[in-house]
């Protein structure tokens, strides 16, 4: 059992769930921001996953082997700017008020980040228990002839 | 008596298949969140069966008929409309278990290969 490449894929797995949540994380943490009339606030941002280059097409377990070697089985991903207009809050009394008396907020749908949340753990949990099984079985393989 | 050639090569084959599974299952996990990734799935009973019929239980035929990695096929999982299947986690962690429960049973033949073949180097004696 090559257990570096089971642990690489996990691992990778697991990377990509804990940047989406710290993602959902930051766009819930400047929901709450404002910016004056120069719009130049807080964009909202959002985690892009590449669907990785296992191909549409059968190949054989050993040429599966190869790809993960060389780490082309594990997910991509980047961090992008959501387009989307900032949503404009009537607040005449603050100091960034426009002439009109606006302020502009990042427009984050706080239900949307939330869920996103709550799937970037349950999935990472998923990796996680994949890691523990990969473990199990490179211990257990360690076994061999000691006994009984 | 032959104990050695058969068990011996069977079990390793089956390791590595187990292990290979392993890997794909981990792979479909770390790719759960990808939109657009078809679930890969380890497809390899069909091919046993493929091969298997000839076999008439003698080691020495079984030998070029033996599952192995190379003849197991991983490819996207199509569902019946032909697209590929999204990954569901509680699928995926449910195969994983089987698949870790199979492993380590293979493991305990394996060490009890090795036990009854040191029970013969020392005649029976512990």
């Known amino acids: ?41 807080y964009q909202t941002r959002r985690l892009v996953a590449a669907a990785s280059s296992l191909g549409t097409d059968s190949s054989s377990g050993g040429a599966f082997l190869n790809m993960v070697h060389q780490g082309l089985a594990v997910p991509g991903y980047q961090i992008e700017n959501r387009p ?25 749908d706080i239900a949307a980040e939330m869920m996103t949340l709550a799937t970037a753990v349950r999935i990472y949990e998923a990796n996680v228990a994949a890691l523990s099984a990969s473990r199990t079985m490179a211990l257990r393989a360690l076994d061999i002839g000691s006994g009984s | 008596m032959n104990i050695e050639a058969l068990n011996l ?31 890969q799935r380890l497809s390899f009973s069909d091919q046993l069966q493929a091969q298997w019929p000839g076999w008439t239980g003698e080691p020495r035929h079984a030998e070029p008929t033996h599952p192995r990695v190379e003849s197991a096929q991983v490819g996207p999982d199509l569902g019946a409309d032909g697209l590929g299947r999204a990954v569901r986690l509680d699928e995926e962690i449910a195969e994983m278990a089987l698949n870790s429960l199979h492993y380590q049973a293979l493991m305990r033949a394996l060490s009890r290969h090795f036990s009854i073949l040191h029970s013969a180097a020392t005649e029976g004696r512990r």
């Open chain 1, 1 to 41: 059992m090559d257990y570096h490449s089971a642990f690489a894929i996990s691992a990778a797995g697991m990377n990509i769930e804990r940047a989406r949540y710290e993602v959902a994380a930051a766009n819930l943490a400047n929901a709450g921001t404002v910016s004056g009339h120069g719009r130049t606030g």
């Open chain 2, 9 to 39: 090569d069977l079990l390793r084959s089956a390791l590595d298949l187990a292990s290979l599974r392993q890997q794909v299952i981990a792979t479909n996990i770390a790719n759960a969140g990808t939109p657009g990734y078809a679930r």
């Open chain 1, 84 to 108: 989307g207009e900032a949503r404009r809050v009537l607040d005449r009394g603050h100091p960034w008020a426009d002439t009109q008396g606006h302020v502009y907020q990042p427009d984050i």
